[in-house]
């Protein structure tokens, strides 16, 4: 069972932030190119002390690692858009999408990495090549991934846990594809991404760990033009946070692994959302209660 976290659109006869939750008729961004316009990045979760936000596809959460020049970054978007310091608790990769966790203060971020390590979950849905080849409703890979670059590289232990919601064979092998549920244990680099690529089913769309030939075939197909990773849920302090699929998801819509998938996982087809009130800052909650 799933405390799932939406937005509520209160009305009121007078305007005020205190009662101004509501959630957006904007789409969830696409994935996001150095060009792009600053969108407003979504808000799930908005707290006195840590916020969760929607990151779209193809913008870094810092500079560095994949953000090159002035290429837009999720913590400077945010900085501005709450008009406060933020700082964030864990990273996504610069191609996936979903659930992201930052502190408003290094106390609060102190404490949710902790909480993160001990008792938190993260869930992440990935879209995949191949017929899934395996009968176990849970298949776990504990396999150490290399981490760093180059001379400097060490391994490190990893262990993720992948789940099958749906899965379509068909004659021409380029569109078998899967839909998986993922639930990394551990917090290493491209950890299920190399996974995945170490179980043959490859994340679609993946340009490192991927099949170039497959990923063409989806993108110039079915439209399907970013990485099919995206962090779906992250379960905080008793509550799931669930981070609902963008656009992006769209070139997938009309085939059967994604009907079946849907069906089985109701989170697939969530609406979107993004709590305004998250936008009024520090003094917030403090004001609300005053009133």
């Not at 408003?104 to 938190?120: G, N, T």
């Not at 197909?221 to 779906?232: S, Y």
Request: charged share 25%; with cysteine; hydrophobic share 35%.
């Amino acid at each position: 069972m799933y405390h799932l976290v939406f937005a509520m659109l209160v009305l009121a006869p007078l305007y005020s932030p205190c009662n101004s939750f509501s959630t957006s008729s904007t789409p969830i961004p696409g994935p996001l190119s150095p060009t792009s316009s600053r969108p407003r990045l979504p808000m799930l979760k908005y707290e006195d002390d840590y916020c969760i936000i929607n990151k779209p596809a193809g913008i870094s959460v810092h500079h560095g690692g994949g953000s090159v020049g002035r290429r837009l970054v999720v913590n400077t978007m945010l900085k501005r858009q709450l008009a406060r310091k933020v700082l964030p608790v864990h990273r996504l990769d610069h191609r996936t999408s979903g659930a992201l966790l930052f502190a408003f203060s290094p106390q609060a971020a102190a404490r949710l990495q902790e909480v993160l390590a001990k008792s938190s979950q993260k869930t992440y849905l990935a879209f995949v090549r191949g017929e899934w080849m395996f009968e176990e409703k849970v298949v776990v890979v504990n396999e150490p991934v290399k981490v760093g670059d180059g001379s400097d590289a060490v391994s490190k232990d990893a262990l993720t846990e992948f789940q099958c919601l749906a899965t379509q064979s068909e004659g021409d092998k380029t569109r078998a594809a899967s839909l998986i549920l993922c639930n990394p244990k551990t917090g290493r680099t491209h950890q299920i991404r190399k996974h995945l690529r170490h179980l043959a089913h490859p994340i679609i769309g993946d340009s490192a760990h991927g099949d170039s030939k497959v990923n063409r075939w989806w993108r110039e197909e079915r439209g399907f033009n970013r990485m099919g990773l995206h962090a779906l849920a992250l379960d905080l302090e008793g509550v799931s946070v669930v981070a609902p699929l963008g656009d992006g998801w769209k070139g997938i819509h009309e085939e059967d692994v994604w009907r079946d998938a849907a069906i089985e996982d109701e989170r697939l087809t969530m609406p979107e959302v993004d709590v305004r009130g998250g936008s009024y800052g520090r003094n917030f909650s403090k004001n609300c209660k005053a009133t």
